[in-house]
Nanobody, 122 residues
Framework: QVQLVESGGGLVQAGGSLRLSCAAS????????MGWFRQAPGKEREFVAA????????VYADSVKGRFTISRDIAKISVYLQMSNLKPEDTAVYYC???????????????WGQGTQVTVSS
């Protein structure tokens, strides 16, 4: 099993920034990529961004391109999401996920964190 622990959520005004962190532990040799998803109230969980663990390739949802940056620390087996120019529609619970390969679909990730709340006020 792989355990994921997120941190860094909170309340921020529109136009502000937040940085989310996610640390992986356990059988991390299974992890080929890590990503972020989010779920707003009354909506389905959606893909935000992902990064390949070793070679660092990235993929982003169109809604966050140019505003969010995903990065990773190979030694710490951690992934980060730097969110800038936040909008009220970014308000959601953000989930860290880990899987075997870089992907943008929820079902391709095997391990999930507990989620961290991000609230953007207008």
């Amino acid at each position: 099993q792989v355990q994921l622990v997120e941190s860094g959520g909170g309340l921020v005004q529109a136009g502000g920034s937040l940085r989310l962190s996610c640390a992986a532990s356990g059988r991390t040799f299974r992890v080929g990529a890590m990503g972020w998803f989010r779920q707003a109230p009354g909506k389905e969980r959606e893909f935000v961004a992902a990064i390949r663990r070793s070679r660092g390739g990235t993929v982003y949802a169109d809604s966050v391109k140019g505003r969010f940056t995903i990065s990773r620390d190979i030694a710490k087996i951690s992934v980060y999401l730097q969110m800038s120019n936040l909008k009220p529609e970014d308000t959601a619970v953000y989930y860290c996920a880990a899987g075997s390969s870089l992907a943008g679909r929820e079902y391709e990730y095997d391990y999930w964190g507990q989620g961290t709340q991000v609230t953007v006020s207008s």
